[in-house]
């Protein structure tokens, strides 16, 4: 078909026809056309079977798999859009891929159902092929068959971290859909036109991959005559500008070109190839090594980091486990490269390197055809070339070119962790380094910072002298090596041989992975020293500097003359010797210097020649490596037996025409800011700088550590001497604060807080090296002191000299010289520490003098998440600094959030290579030297990567590695004693440890087993599960598997033997390890090989030791990955809790886990929220079924039904348990109570429905018995209305005089209440008193008794004596009821007397009191007495049967019988007053309960009174009578009558309620748990100041906090929130008003649908109101004529509109009508805990469960146990001392009075069951609260026991300065 020739319109060609610009494809176009540029490129990538191709498909009409452009007619036609589609899919795994056009949006096409892998894999393809820059033109579209439904695919894809949910689409697979494809193409504009630049125009595919093997074929090669090192070590810079041949065949070769490709048309491919040539000849030298470079960095994935440079973070995080001999991917190379080398693997320059698939060289097949059928001989076949045929594989990344890519790409503090660490490896180590592309020398100075090197010289008496110095201040010899030209030996080869012959030190071209190609080595100095051993085998004697020149010396004149310049010697490598030769030049200038010159000619095999003085040449042709080493190194060591020119590191910086990296603005500013630290220390004695510029840490510290451990182990007058310690702590505190403002701290803080974060980290950098720079000297010379003094002390002990204790001492001197001469960052830190908890102690809530103390934790915690460690344990005073410790945490958490943490402890023996294990583990930095290398203990955060998050459940890695055990400089006891507090204070914090041997042999760490056993065995008793792993290091022979196992089987005895020895001294009982801990003797016992792969110092790191270390460390993160170890807060808390616990010799019964008190006192809060839910539920089912009742609706109440009706409440308590239980971060420790609190919320859920059963049984009970009167109410009603009725006929024209009208009625009523009631007898009222006098009159006691006893009262306080003595028959005690005044002096004077008389045996009978035991007997009796009498009361039938004397006569003979029964089990008689007062106090707190049910039965069944009580209602329809109103309207009157007294209790029941529920929510003393309604009991108590309170609460607890409950709800009520309650009271009235209102207009509603009367219509009202009214019956007869029901519902609702104004009038004093009183309701909720007093000072339980068992009592704060009356034996002396601080202390107690068996306070559990239920935690503190109370109430505790607070029970004076303000706020630390 030929186009219209007519047609004006541009026509493009594409590939199936040409394009009308207004139009679609014609099929056969054959006139020339205009290339048409498409609005918009869309490139389809995925599966084929995504989609449907076919003609119906609007996006893809045609099959054709293959990269090219093809413009869619029927996008057009659906858009009149160009748009061009091109289509891949299904070529993912076909390469190269090509096309010439940019694109504008990639989609990703994904069947549904196959979304999840497909976008995986597709992104990944996607990305490797385009590029990472590729993805922001990256749209997901998920296809779908029509019937499906996708919803789920947008949720599974948004866990993909690639995944953009604004780049997302979803259609039907067909494609046919013109509003998903019109939806499609707008996502796809938006998406282009977010895009900057909005058309990807990257190399793409084989562009990008032909750019790269250009750049490494273009690469230029040495000729034949010049070929050296393979490796490209040695090899001349190659120039650029060769020629290079294309294959003319090739179609689609692309320009080399930095910038984007531009499209090429296929007819200009000829032509662009053509010009390619003429390019690569422009090409500058520069312009290519850009572009090498470029290529290299890309290869290795560095790319983007050129500028976004490598940081540390990067490396120090827990990732996937290294795979240690597997091949790594080419990509990889430089993230594994620093990964091994970070864990101290030599071997990380050796990786293999896995080959693409593409690029493995296959074997070629050759077909097997006889050689005489193809006339070859066979030698043709191995002279045949294949390289035309057989394309050469791309060859591998140089070894030093992917250290140098990571060195150049690293940032400062990652290439000086980068440079330390290949020093430790025995690397060479980058000194002059070219830039890759502007060829600028830098010397990375800053990197060599923190190398330290130590040898061994010999002197002349031939003893050696131990040497460590950092590299960059030592002066030594160097030894500089360089080429000349090319040569064919390798110059770096020879090196490591003059070196060290077993390691690679410089590398070189037999080494593993080396190749010809390198781009980043040449030019490039690198420096290694010689650290000789003192041995008579070193190679050289001196230490020594060796540095290589890499590359063709005369191609690098810079490196070549610093060098040169710098060298000690000069080695000068040529291939020959010829003049003119350029090297001539080089060799002439050296010659005619005097400097030592060794010149090595590769093509000479002449011996050793020295040509003048200083200057040699030596032959190397057919010379092995080993001899021409040797003859090298004797010509070294011969010149340097003489004078020669020293070398120092730190000169370079003064060289010309380098840059020093340390002349960057960051670290110059860092460096200034610790030179000026460094300035203030200059001239000092080293070992007295701590003394005097950290002051805080010195002698004060350990000064208060020491008093604070004395606290725990007090003797003698405990509280006396508990009190002086508190004083002498709060003075060092005060000589702290006054010392802490040194101005090395105002000067180091000042820096900390102001400077930037890199300044910072230069600066704590510097700050460290220049501080290790001022003690080098000091420290060498008092450890070559040490050294001498030891080896003399030895020398002694064998000839057993006198002298050996004066030796002893000197080295102890020197000892302590040594660690004040130790001074790092370290004790900078610990110094804020001390000055932080100086000021916190002091109580300065705001900053004081010149530095900022509270800002210090702050300060600290950016410390620890950048990654320093943080000393957790001050190894020189033994102390955990808690408080500081606590606030660095709390800062932690702020800053990062409470992050899950697995806490990973170490602990071994001395110098065991524990630091080094957690270093080569995870790339740490703690300190490691021989002897003490770390002192205490210090922790560092580790992060773990996100991509290990999913399978690790916490967030860190906190590691905390320790000193060693069995310290030297600690001998016998304390060492012994310090060993088992470091053991246990180490594997309690943490969740795993690490416990390392040095050996196989576990014999030598036998008594450190038994610590750690023991330990781990108290970590099982207090709910602590720790688990270890045991580590051998140094294992000679790990391979004999046997000797293994029976290495392990040796560990296992001794373990169960330690653990039978432990579970002994802890009374377990422990068969073996296994019993103690989970413990896998295949699993957990690791062995190491030696650390060193030889003798050091000059040995490299065992790569086998790196392995075992790997090994290791993915155990314990497979074990840790089944932990969800603790949050930060938890180790916080853990932290203090075991350092308290380890305090106190016994640290099982001592150990208090505050952070699972914590848990438990929340938990405590929810259940009381959850019990609330129900009681408040049951209180509303209550109300309801009790009108129900009363409305005679219910006459049974199952408790089936209550079940019923609390179901769904109790489901949702039980749904909100389990949500609470399974919190994820709580979980593991809610879990040891969750059984007992689902089982206690199911027993009080049993508990209250039975109890509200009983309660409405005997609601029906009292029903039934009421009803013969209900029977006749109605009856009654009837009469009284019928003759109101008739009497106001009679007087209906008096109806306007109301006195007159009240009159005749009050006339008549009497009347006809005498005539109704003639045949009932009224119901009299109870005398009460008589009765009593009656009942102990007739039990024989004497009136006059009884009533003195009566007249005195003191029986109403019976039960609150604080001395019954006057009771007791042995006592001629003064009659208190008769008025006495005596002094207190002659109190004192008598006690005093009677003092010495017992002692002297002079006491008499008349001067004997009770004992404190026997004091509590007699309150015990009364109290039991009341509380069996009132329970007897409340279960007598008083309310529906009456009152009766028996009741009492009962009462008064049981409260006899137990007063016998004491008596008869005691060795004394108490009075006959004693009884009769007990009987009066019963019968008092009897009395209100006996007439309150009285009351109600006389309402319930007397008629006479009911009849009564319904004056004023009759009297009211009466009067409406006389007035002439209708029957509606009396009958209205009625109807609100009888609704009114049954409406103001159902507002009074709900407003009770309803306050009850606000008050448990809202009113903080209710709000909490028992601890907290505690707390407020007593700071009411403290505000009041009423001593009598505070004897009720100590004696009757809960008493007393049912009258605080009262006391706070009327306060509430009343006072604090009275317009509040108001409103809720209005609330209540309105809803009832509401309920009434909707009662009435549906009763009228239902009536005025049929036939109806007045008996229907109440019956429908009264069935609305039966759940929340009472309605009386009312007698309808009168009433009958009533038929306008929307009358009467007007009239009822006038009515009630006066009722309920005057029922919102009522005063809020009534609230105590309701039924369930607001008080009554908060005290069952509130008083259902444990009320067991502590048997010392009666401190009360806590606990919110009454049945908290396994759980022991306990409480926060106990008291001093004078406040209960004890006191000590023997005398009269009030025991001052407290719980918490006898269980510390060597006292003793008895049980009984009459004992004469002592029990230790610290067995006190070991007393008797009363004893055992409690846990009384040692502590070394008290609530000032009850110091305060001690002082504030002293004089009337004497007068209350008449005993004294004297002699050992002398108040300290510290207590006396606590103010009440100090008291009631100390409350709030319970």
């Known amino acids: 078909m030929e186009e219209d020739t007519n047609e004006n319109t541009a026509t493009a060609k594409g590939e199936g026809g040409t394009l009308d610009s207004t139009g679609p494809i014609s099929q056969n176009a054959s006139a020339p056309v205009t290339k048409l540029v498409p609005e918009l490129t869309v490139v389809l990538i995925g599966e084929e079977s995504s989609i449907q191709i076919g003609s119906e498909n609007l996006l893809l009409d045609h099959d054709r798999q293959q990269p090219e452009e093809m413009f869619s007619s029927k996008l057009y036609d659906l858009c009149g859009r160009h748009i061009c589609v091109i289509n891949v899919l299904g070529l993912q795994n076909i390469e190269p891929l090509s096309w010439n056009e940019g694109s504008h949006a990639f989609l990703l096409l994904l069947p549904y159902g196959q979304h999840v892998s497909q976008y995986t894999s597709g992104v990944q393809w996607f990305e490797k092929v385009f590029g990472k820059e590729s993805l922001a033109f990256l749209m997901t579209v998920v296809t779908h068959e029509p019937d499906e439904e996708c919803v789920s695919a947008l949720t599974d894809l948004r866990a993909n971290n690639s995944f953009v949910e604004q780049r997302y689409h979803t259609c039907r697979n067909s494609m046919r859909d013109e509003g998903e494809i019109i939806a499609l193409l707008e996502h796809i504009d938006t998406m282009v036109s977010e895009n900057d630049p909005s058309c990807y125009g990257g190399l793409m595919c084989s562009e990008k991959k032909e750019h790269e093997d250009l750049l490494l074929d273009h690469r230029p090669q040495e000729d034949e005559e010049f070929q050296q090192d393979p490796t490209g070590e040695d090899f001349n810079v190659p120039q650029c500008g060769e020629e290079q041949e294309f294959d003319d065949d090739n179609k689609t070769e692309t320009e080399i070109t930095s910038e984007s490709p531009s499209v090429i048309n296929k007819d200009e491919i000829n032509e662009s190839a053509a010009a390619t040539n003429d390019q690569l000849v422009e090409i500058s030298r520069e312009e290519q090594c850009r572009r090498e470079t470029e290529t290299l960095f890309n290869r290795l994935q560095l790319g983007d980091k050129r500028q976004q440079t490598l940081t540390p973070a990067d490396f120090l995080q827990i990732g996937p486990a290294l795979k240690q001999q597997s091949d790594t991917p080419e990509k ?9 080398l970070m864990i101290l693997d030599y071997r990380a320059r050796y990786i293999p390197v896995k080959q693409d698939s593409a690029e493995v060289c296959q074997f070629r097949h050759e077909p097997d055809v006889a050689n005489d059928e193809t006339g070859k001989s066979n030698l043709d076949d191995l002279f045949s070339s294949t390289e035309d045929s057989e394309p050469k594989p791309k060859p591998n990344v140089h070894p030093m070119d992917v250290q140098m890519a990571v060195f150049h790409c690293s940032d400062t503090f990652l290439r000086q962790n980068m440079i330390t660490k290949l020093s430790q490896c025995q690397y060479a180590l980058p000194l002059l380094v070219p830039d890759p592309v502007s060829k600028d020398i830098e010397c990375p100075l800053w990197t060599f910072r923190q ?11 031939k003893s050696s002298i131990m040497k460590s110095m950092p590299v960059c201040k030592a002066e030594t010899p160097m030894v500089s090596f360089l080429r000349l030209g090319s040569a064919s030996l390798s110059k770096s080869q020879l090196l490591d041989n003059l070196i060290n012959e077993r390691h690679s030190t410089f590398f070189h071209r037999n080494c593993p992975g080396s190749t010809k190609t390198r781009y980043l080595m040449d030019g490039v100095a690198e420096i290694a020293w010689y650290c ?23 191609s690098f004149d810079k490196q070549r003359d610093i060098l040169i310049e710098k060298a000690s010697i000069n080695v000068v490598l040529v291939p020959s010797l010829k003049r003119g030769d350029r090297s001539m030049t080089v060799i002439s200038s050296l010659l005619d210097s005097s400097k030592p010159l060794i010149c090595l000619i590769a093509d000479n095999d002449s011996n050793p020649v020295q040509m003048k003085s200083g200057h040699y040449k030596i032959g190397l042709k057919d010379k092995s490596q080993s001899d021409a080493s040797e003859e090298l190194k004797g010509i070294i060591r011969n010149i340097l037996s003489g004078s020669f020119d020293s070398f120092q590191l730190e000169t370079l910086a003064q060289v010309s025409g380098i840059r020093v990296d340390e002349e960057n603005e960051i670290c110059k500013e860092g460096k200034a800011a610790a030179l000026k630290i460094t300035s203030l220390l200059q001239g ?5 700088i701590k003394e005097k510029m950290l002051p805080c840490q010195g002698e004060l510290w350990h000064e208060w550590s020491s008093i604070t451990k004395q606290q725990y182990h007090l003797k003698g007058e405990i509280e006396m001497e508990k009190s002086k310690n508190q004083e002498k702590l709060q003075q060092i505190r005060q000589r702290q604060r006054a010392a802490s403002c040194s101005d090395l701290m105002e000067l180091f803080i000042k820096n900390l807080s102001s400077l930037p974060s890199s300044e910072k980290a230069c600066f704590l950098t510097w700050t460290q090296i220049l501080l290790d720079d001022l003690s080098t000297d000091d420290l060498a010379r008092i450890l070559h002191r040490y050294d001498k003094k030891w080896s003399e002390f030895l020398a002694l002990k064998k000839d057993k000299s006198d002298q050996l204790k004066n030796k002893q001492t000197e080295l102890e001197e020197i000892s302590t010289q040594l660690q004040a001469a130790t001074f790092g960052l370290e004790h900078i830190v610990r110094e804020m520490g001390q000055i932080y908890e100086a000021h916190k102690s002091l109580a300065r809530g705001r900053n004081t003098g010149r530095m900022k103390w509270c800002d210090y934790p702050a300060l600290a915690a950016e410390l620890m998440i950048s990654g320093h460690p943080m000393e957790l344990m001050d190894g020189d005073a033994g102390h955990v600094p808690l408080t500081w410790i606590s606030s660095l945490l709390d800062e932690v958490i702020k800053k990062l959030g409470d992050k899950r943490v697995f806490v990973l402890s170490v602990l071994g023996v001395q110098s065991s290579g524990k630091s080094t294990m957690l270093n080569a583990m995870f790339g740490l930095q703690f300190a490691v030297s021989a002897g003490r290398c770390t002192k205490g203990a210090f922790m560092q955060l580790v992060k773990v990567s996100e991509e290990m998050k999913n399978e690790l459940k916490f967030d860190y890695v906190l590691v905390v590695d320790t000193e060693g055990l069995r ?4 001998a016998g006891n304390t060492t012994l004693h310090h060993d088992n507090e470091l053991a246990t204070f180490v594997i309690g914090v943490g969740n795993m440890t690490l416990i390392n041997i040095f050996g196989e042999n576990p014999a030598e760490m036998q008594d450190v087993l038994q610590i750690v056993v023991q330990a781990i065995m108290r970590m099982k008793n207090i709910k602590l599960s720790p688990s270890c792993v045991f580590v051998h290091q140094n294992v000679t022979d790990i391979a004999a598997s046997e000797k293994n196992m029976d290495g392990k089987r040796r560990l296992q005895e001794k373990l169960d033997q330690m653990a039978q020895l432990a579970a002994k001294e802890e009374g377990c009982d422990a068969k073996s390890f296994s019993d103690i801990i989970e413990f896998d003797i295949q699993e957990d016992v690791k062995y190491f090989a030696q650390l060193w792969e030889g003798s050091p110092p000059m040995a490299p790191p065992n790569p086998g030791y790196s ?18 170890g603790m949050t930060l807060s938890q180790f916080k808390h853990n932290i203090g809790d075991l350092r308290k616990a380890l305090l106190n010799e016994n640290f099982v019964f001592s150990f208090k886990n505050t952070l699972e008190i914590a848990v438990y006192r929340k938990l405590e809060v929810q259940y009381g929220n959850w019990t609330w839910t129900l009681r408040e539920k049951l209180l509303t089912i209550d109300h309801q079924l009790h009108n129900r009742i009363e409305n005679g609706n ?16 109790y489901e949702d308590v039980r749904k909100a348990m389990a949500t609470y239980f399974e919190d994820k971060n709580q979980k593991e420790m809610l879990a040891q109570w969750r059984g007992r609190f689902e089982s206690k919320i199911k027993d009080i859920h049993e508990e209250l429905v039975k109890a509200l059963k009983r309660k409405l049984d005997e609601v029906l009970q009292q029903k039934n018995a009421c009803k013969m009167l209900d029977k006749k109410k109605p009856e009654f009603e009837n009469k009284l209305l019928q003759k109101s009725k008739q009497l106001a006929l009679q007087l209906k024209d008096k109806a306007t005089n109301e006195g007159e009208l009240q009159k005749q009625f009050n006339h008549v009523w009497d009347g006809w209440v005498a005539e109704l009631t003639a045949d009932t007898e009224p119901i009299k009222d109870i005398n009460l008193q008589e009765d009593q006098l009656s009942i102990l009159t007739e039990l024989g006691i004497e009136s006059s008794l009884i009533h003195e006893r009566k007249n005195c009262g003191k029986y109403k306080n019976i039960a609150n004596l604080g001395d019954y003595s006057e009771y007791d028959t042995r006592t001629k005690h003064q009659d208190p009821c008769e008025e006495r005044q005596r002094s207190k002096d002659e109190r004192v004077s008598k006690n005093t007397r ?5 002692w002297k045996g002079e006491e008499n009978k008349s001067q004997i009191c009770f004992t404190y035991q026997e004091q509590e007997q007699i309150r015990s009796l009364i109290d039991k007495v009341k509380n069996e009498a009132k329970s007897t009361i409340r279960g007598r039938p008083l309310a529906t049967r009456g009152y009766s004397s028996t009741f009492l006569e009962e009462m008064a003979k049981n409260v006899n019988r137990h007063v016998e029964e004491f008596q008869s089990q005691q060795s004394y008689e108490l009075k006959k007053k004693f009884t009769v007062d007990l009987l009066l106090y019963v019968f008092d707190a009897t009395s209100k309960i006996i007439l309150e049910s009285h009351h109600q039965f006389k309402t319930n069944n007397d008629l006479r009174y009911y009849v009564n009580s319904k004056k004023e209602q009759f009297y009211g329809i009466f009067s409406s009578f006389c007035k002439g109103h209708s029957s509606a309207v009396v009958f209205a009157e009625m109807i609100c009558d009888k609704l009114k007294d049954s409406t103001v209790q159902a507002v009074y029941d709900k407003t009770a309620i309803d306050l009850a529920g606000e008050m448990k929510c809202s009113f903080s003393p209710f709000s909490g748990n028992r601890m907290n309604l505690e707390k407020h009991v007593l700071k009411s108590l403290a505000e009041k100041e009423d001593f009598q309170g505070y004897m009720n609460y100590i004696r009757h607890p809960r008493k007393h906090v049912k009258t605080f409950i009262k006391e706070e709800v009327k306060k509430y009520i009343f006072t604090e929130h009275k317009d509040s309650t108001k409103s809720l009271f209005k609330k209540n009235v309105q809803d009832i008003q509401g309920l009434l209102s909707r009662a009435l207009h549906k009763a009228t509603e239902k009536v005025a649908q049929g036939e109806a009367n007045i008996n229907m219509w109440l019956e429908e009202f009264s069935s609305e109101l039966k759940d929340q009214l009472k309605v009386d019956a009312i007698c309808c007869q009168t009433f009958s004529d009533i038929n306008k029901f929307d009358f009467l519902e007007e009239v009822v609702k006038k009515r009630l509109e006066s009722i309920i104004e005057e029922i919102t009038a009522l005063p809020l004093g009534n609230l105590r009508k309701s039924r369930k009183r607001t008080d009554k309701i908060l005290i069952d909720q509130l008083c259902n805990g444990c009320w067991v007093q502590c048997p010392f000072c009666r401190a009360i339980c806590t606990n919110t469960l009454g049945d908290h068992s396994p759980d022991k009592h306990n409480v926060p704060f106990h008291r001093p146990s004078g406040i209960n009356g004890w006191h000590t034996r023997g005398n009269l002396e009030l025991v001052i001392n407290c719980c918490t601080t006898s269980v510390a202390s060597d006292r003793s107690f008895r049980r009984k009075h009459d004992s004469d068996k002592k029990i230790p306070y610290k067995l006190y559990h070991t007393a008797g069951p009363e004893y055992e239920s409690w846990k009384i935690t040692a502590d070394e503190s008290k609530l000032i609260y009850w110091k305060w109370f001690v002082c504030k109430f002293q004089t009337q505790l004497e007068d209350h026991y008449e005993k004294e607070f004297k002699g050992r029970g002398e108040i300290p004076s510290e207590w006396r300065k606590h103010t009440k303000e100090e008291a009631i706020a100390s409350l709030d630390e319970m």
Not at 1194 to 1209: C, P
Request: with cysteine; hydrophobic share 35%.
């Open 1394 to 1398: 009677s003092f010495w008389k017992f």
């Open 967 to 970: 310290a030297l400089e600690l």
């Open 451 to 461: 190398i330290r090197k130590s040898w061994k010289l010999t002197d002349k008496s």
């Open 1107 to 1124: 392995e075992s270390v790997q090994e290791l460390k993915n155990t314990i993160l497979s074990k840790a990955s089944q932990s969800d």
């Open 1194 to 1209: 219910h006459d049974m109440v199952e408790l089936s039904y209550l079940y019923n009706k609390m179901s769904k409440t």
């Open 332 to 340: 990889d190379l430089a993230h594994t490269f620093l990964q091994r």
């Open 532 to 554: 000789p051993a003192g041995k008579p085998n070193d190679s050289f004697t001196d230490f020594i500097a060796f540095c290589n020149l890499h590359g063709d010396a005369l």
């Open 684 to 688: 000092m004695d080293v070992s007295k």
